[in-house]
């Protein structure tokens, strides 16, 4: 699990920007979305990031991780950055990320 990232600031490049569809499940992304470069997840890739509160499409982003999605039937964490200083409930995140985490089971960890 990646629990040492919670409070880091970290860099996001894009591979799916706001408003994006997902190259084979067909979904539109309602947030920025995209992974933290020089890393890997538990599914072998780099890890992926949930850009929350920036309301148009981002090529990159410099962001605060206040939680992490926790996928328990799946090996592939997602960080949440949000603008320094910001916060987001739980609620919140669930809501924001629910066009794709729908089809997870999840834990929000802090």
């Given at each position: 699990?990646?629990?040492?990232?919670?409070?880091?600031?970290?860099?996001?490049?894009?591979?799916?920007?706001?408003?994006?569809?997902?190259?084979?499940?067909?979904f539109?992304?309602?947030?920025?979305?995209?992974?933290?470069?020089n890393?890997?997840?538990?599914?072998?890739?780099?890890?992926?990031?949930?850009?929350?509160?920036?309301?148009?499409?981002?090529?990159?982003?410099?962001?605060?991780?206040?939680?992490?999605?926790?996928?328990?039937?799946?090996?592939?964490?997602?960080?949440?950055?949000?603008?320094?200083?910001?916060?987001?409930?739980?609620?919140?995140?669930?809501?924001?990320?629910?066009?794709?985490?729908?089809?997870?089971?999840?834990?929000?960890?802090?």
């Open positions: 699990m990646n629990r040492d990232y919670i409070g880091k600031i970290v860099d996001v490049v894009m591979d799916r920007p706001l408003g994006t569809k997902h190259p084979k499940h067909g539109i992304y309602e947030v920025n979305y995209g992974y933290i470069p890393t890997v997840s538990g599914d072998g890739e780099e890890l992926d990031a949930y850009v929350l509160g920036e309301h148009k499409p981002l090529e990159k982003f410099t962001g605060q991780v206040i939680a992490i999605i926790h996928r328990t039937n799946d090996d592939d964490d997602k960080l949440i950055v949000v603008e320094e200083g910001k916060n987001y409930t739980d609620e919140q995140i669930r809501a924001l990320t629910e066009f794709q985490e729908q089809w997870f089971e999840s834990v929000i960890i802090r």
